[in-house]
């Protein structure tokens, strides 16, 4: 009993407590505080981050995939061993089958009257391009490319720009008219230069009126150029009687433009040579002919027909339609040959200085007219 009394009384105590407690603590109050957050402005300032970036090249044109195996034939206005336009569209040819593998055909000394159905033949045979290299068949060319619109036709030194299929491509006219025209006027000691070139066409006879041009430059107007024409680019026999008659008349500077005919000059010079009459220049057209003669052939000016037909063969990988093109000294299609020591040190700096001035800004030159619409 004594035992469950005082747990009565423990309960008892602890809810009295309890109570009093209760009575005793404030009533809690509900305030609301408003809280004031400051908030500093953000700046946004935009930073250009430069920084290198790789990016990788666009892949370069492979002609080779465009033109391998593809087929090429050219006509030629004389053999290909005539050491001049004729041999430098051979190299043409097999810097096409070098370089890009490609089939090639030629047929050489084709006469203008058979150009045409020669040309037709290559177009039936399958020949996906057909080239005629020469001023002379631009009539021929011209039709036949409209026969075949689905074959690609080249003529080296034709000026149609008219036929989808048709590409004409040529040396730009002037710059070694120009050239070799200075270096002739400084060389003379007659002061007569003699030109035996094999047919006159338009782009050599702008060649020779810058030549004229280039010693009037000099100061130079009482030079006496004269111009004789073969009738043919393989008749050596011809430019051989040219030349001696030239030589009588007292000119002691000859530029020969008659490919195969051109060693007939130098035969005639050369028995000058063997007289003792060596005050006499010889000066090379379309290839470097010094190693015909060393004593007295001077590299000249080099016409790089392998130049052309490369340039018109990208063209054509490239799917570019046909028209007219012109390339010369300013994109490597011609260059000036060596001298073989064989002209005073003066002059050749000249011409050198001259020729990197030109390079540099064809327009310090003002009175040199380059023809590219020829």
């Not at 490369?310 to 000036?336: C, D, M, T, W």
Request: overall charge negative; aromatic content about 8%.
């Amino acid at each position: 009993m004594k035992n469950k009394s005082i747990v009565v009384l423990m309960t008892l105590l602890v809810a009295f407590s309890i109570l009093m407690a209760s009575c005793a603590a404030p009533t809690p109050e509900v305030v609301t505080v408003q809280e004031t957050v400051v908030v500093e402005k953000e700046v946004v300032e935009t930073v250009v981050v430069e920084k290198e970036v790789m990016v990788e090249p666009e892949g370069e044109f492979d002609y080779v995939a465009a033109l391998k195996g593809k087929k090429l034939a050219s006509i030629l206005s004389g053999p290909v061993n005539d050491g001049g336009w004729n041999t430098n569209a051979y190299l043409g040819l097999i810097n096409a089958r070098d370089k890009f593998q490609m089939d090639i055909a030629y047929t050489e000394s084709v006469k203008v009257e058979d150009a045409e159905q020669i040309l037709r033949d290559y177009a039936e045979a399958g020949y996906d391009i057909v080239m005629a290299h020469g001023y002379e068949y631009a009539d021929q060319i011209a039709a036949v490319a409209r026969e075949y619109p689905d074959v690609k036709f080249i003529q080296t030194n034709g000026a149609e720009g008219g036929i989808d299929n048709l590409y004409t491509v040529t040396l730009s006219a002037g710059e070694g008219g120009y050239f070799m025209g200075r270096l002739a006027c400084e060389l003379t000691k007659t002061k007569k230069i003699q030109w035996i070139i094999a047919e006159q066409f338009p782009i050599m006879d702008h060649h020779v009126l810058m030549a004229k041009q280039a010693c009037e430059d000099l100061g130079m107007t009482d030079i006496e150029w004269s111009e004789s024409y073969v009738g043919s680019w393989g008749d050596p026999a011809k430019v051989k009687e040219l030349t001696k008659a030239a030589l009588e008349q007292g000119a002691d500077i000859l530029i020969t433009v008659a490919d195969a005919g051109d060693p007939g000059a130098i035969e005639a010079i050369q028995e000058e040579y063997d007289k003792g009459n060596t005050d006499i220049y010889y000066i090379s057209w379309s290839k470097d002919r010094n190693n015909l003669a060393p004593e007295f052939a001077i590299g000249g000016w080099e016409e790089m027909v392998d130049q052309e037909v490369e340039y018109v063969l990208k063209q054509i990988a490239e799917g570019n339609p046909g028209g007219h093109f012109s390339i010369g000294l300013l994109e490597g299609a011609n260059r000036i040959n060596p001298f073989y020591g064989l002209v005073p040190a003066e002059v050749e700096q000249d011409i050198v200085d001259l020729e990197r001035q030109y390079l540099e800004d064809p327009a310090s030159i003002p009175n040199l007219v380059v023809r590219t619409d020829l």
